[in-house]
């Protein structure tokens, strides 16, 4: 049974790659004909990072589209092919069956819309120094985001044990959740 878990993975991650791959210059061509391009900020609001990244201006933002579409992407097809082919193939193929996947999956698109909206705002040229989120809001809400995922392991799925490979399994108790959120 285990050897069809790691089959399973690499058919979806071979998918996913492949799919990412063919529809990259799509996304590109894409951001380009829309001048969806990174915005670095002036010399005044940052002398230094904007001589460090003055290279970087125009280069296409909104990149992390490319990651969290193929994934939800290839996930809905996996769940209708489910559906729309009822064999044992595709119905083990479908992973949005598993209550185990919502969680990440939750985390990715809440992750992705943080990034999206940040993009957006810097392109737009709207926010502080030039546009996008301060760090600190990033943060604040990447953590919040994190801290959804360790209360929700520690209470729901009563999980405190961190695995170290080859060395041993430690019980860390509450201090669970401030570690799986700076992970």
């Given at each position: 049974?285990?050897n ?7 058919i979806?991650?071979?998918f ?12 590109i ?43 939800l ?7 209708y092919?489910?559906?729309?082919i ?19 999956l ?13 993009d957006?705002?810097?392109v ?35 999980w ?6 080859f060395?041993a ?7 669970y ?7």
């Amino acid at each position: 049974m285990v050897n069809f878990y790691i089959f399973k993975l690499a058919i979806l991650t071979t998918f996913s790659f492949v799919v990412a791959w063919l529809w990259t210059p799509t996304l590109i061509r894409i951001l380009n004909r829309y001048r969806l391009g990174k915005q670095i900020r002036d010399e005044k609001a940052a002398p230094i990072f904007s001589k460090m990244h003055a290279n970087k201006a125009g280069t296409p933002t909104m990149g992390g589209m490319l990651i969290w579409v193929t994934v939800l992407g290839v996930a809905l097809l996996c769940a209708y092919l489910a559906v729309a082919i009822p064999n044992e193939f595709f119905r083990n193929l479908n992973f949005l069956s598993r209550s185990q996947v919502w969680l990440p999956l939750g985390a990715l698109v809440m992750a992705a819309i943080v990034g999206a909206v940040d993009d957006v705002l810097n392109v737009k040229k709207i926010g502080p120094f030039g546009g996008g989120l301060r760090m600190r809001h990033r943060v604040v809400l990447y953590t919040l985001i994190a801290l959804v995922g360790a209360l929700w392991f520690y209470f729901k799925l009563d999980w405190d044990v961190l695995h170290i490979p080859f060395f041993a399994d430690l019980s860390i108790g509450i201090w669970y959740i401030p570690v799986f959120i700076f992970i």
